[in-house]
C-alpha cells in the first residue's frame, strides 16, 4: 500500500479533528469548572466540633460539596439536582427575601457563621449569616432542596473519652435559637 504526501496530511488533520473534537467533549462535561456558581454556601466553625463544608450551585445544575471538617464525608463530591429541586432552591431564595434582607447589626455567635452568596440578573448578593433564627429557618429549607444532609451527617467527633455526633449537637444549638 502506497502512501502519498497528501494522504499522510490527509489522516493527520482528520486525526486532528477527531482528537479536538473528543478534547472539547470531554472538557464540555465539566463546564461548571469555568463558569460563576450561582449559590455558594461556606460553613465555618471556630469550634473544634461543629461543621465546616462549601456548597457551590452552578447554573446547570451541578452541586459541588466540599466537606471540611467533623462531616460524614470529607472531600469533593458532585451531583445534580433535579429541574423540581433546583426551581425550589431558588424558591427558597426568593420566599426568604435573600436580596432584600439584612442581618442584625450584632452577633451573639459569629463563630458558628455561614457565609451564603446568591447571584442572579438582580446581581450579587453576600451575608455572613450569624446563628439565629432566620439562619436556621433558611438553612433547613436549602439544605432540604440540596440533600446535603446526608452528605455532612453523621459527622462524628471524639470528645471526652465518646464519640460525638456534630450534627446532633448543631440540632440542639438551632433549637436554643428557634
Given at each position: ?11 493527520l ?7 479536538a ?13 469555568d ?32 466537606g ?63 446563628q ?47
Amino acid at each position: 500500500m502506497k502512501i502519498t504526501c497528501l494522504t499522510l496530511i490527509r489522516m493527520l488533520v482528520v486525526a486532528t479533528l477527531w482528537f479536538a473534537v473528543g478534547c472539547s467533549t470531554v472538557s464540555g462535561t465539566d463546564k461548571a469548572a469555568d463558569e460563576q456558581p450561582i449559590i455558594v454556601i461556606q460553613k465555618r466553625s471556630a469550634g473544634v466540633l461543629l461543621q465546616e463544608f462549601n456548597v457551590r450551585v452552578f447554573p446547570n445544575k451541578l452541586v459541588v460539596y466540599e466537606g471540611v471538617k467533623n462531616v460524614r464525608l470529607k472531600g469533593e463530591h458532585r451531583y445534580y439536582l433535579s429541574d423540581a429541586q433546583y426551581k425550589r432552591l431558588l424558591q427558597a431564595f426568593d420566599s426568604f427575601g435573600f436580596m432584600d434582607w439584612q442581618p442584625p447589626r450584632y452577633s451573639v455567635a459569629a463563630a458558628l457563621a455561614a457565609t451564603i452568596s446568591l447571584h442572579t440578573e438582580r446581581g450579587t448578593k453576600t451575608i455572613l449569616f450569624p446563628q439565629i433564627r432566620e439562619y436556621f429557618l433558611f438553612m433547613k429549607s436549602i439544605d432540604e432542596q440540596l440533600g446535603t444532609a446526608k452528605l455532612r451527617c453523621p459527622g462524628v467527633v471524639f470528645l471526652n473519652g465518646r464519640n460525638v455526633d456534630t450534627c446532633e449537637l448543631e440540632a440542639k444549638i438551632e433549637a436554643s435559637f428557634l
